[in-house]
């Protein structure tokens, strides 16, 4: 139909979801196409979210450079954007930075990421769930004590 960024968020989307399902080589190939129309068709926050997952998938398959530069790069347009997405880039920059053995770096993105899903609880409307905020607090506190662990290790 001619919908360029209609086309680019759904490829995003196709690309989570192949991602959900464990097809991370179908995903990220799905995901770098989705990106690359969101990009050219001006749809920055979903550009965000589709390098948000690529860097979870680099992650995922142990390519901490890549994740670290696709996370970095989602989480400058999240901020550009003023997206409620930042804490997830923030938390995943926090476990490449742990994984990384980098306790200072993990720390300081695992920080801003509770801050603003705090700031998001604080905001949420009265009588509305915050049960997936909750989760994801407890997700960036077992981050936390990772890095605690982290720190105490000897070397």
């Not at 464990?22 to 196409?33: N, Q, S, Y």
């Not at 670290?68 to 938390?91: I, P």
Request: with cysteine; net charge positive.
């Amino acid at each position: 139909i001619g919908d360029r960024a209609g086309e680019g968020d759904c490829r995003v989307n196709i690309g989570r979801a192949l991602l959900a399902r464990g097809a991370r080589g179908a995903a990220v190939a799905m995901l770098e196409r989705g990106r690359k129309l969101c990009e050219s068709t001006g749809r920055v926050e979903y550009a965000g979210i589709a390098l948000y997952h690529l860097g979870e998938a680099h992650r995922a398959d142990g390519d901490l450079p890549r994740a670290a530069a696709a996370l970095g790069e989602a989480h400058q347009l999240f901020v550009q954007q003023a997206s409620h997405n930042v804490w997830r880039a923030s938390l995943g920059l926090a476990r490449v930075a742990l994984a990384r053995g980098n306790a200072k770096a993990a720390s300081d993105h695992a920080r801003e990421a509770a801050e603003m899903l705090e700031g998001q609880r604080g905001a949420a409307a009265p009588g509305s769930s915050t049960a997936t905020i909750d989760r994801s607090l407890v997700d960036i506190a077992d981050v936390m004590a990772k890095i605690t662990t982290l720190g105490r290790a000897p070397g």
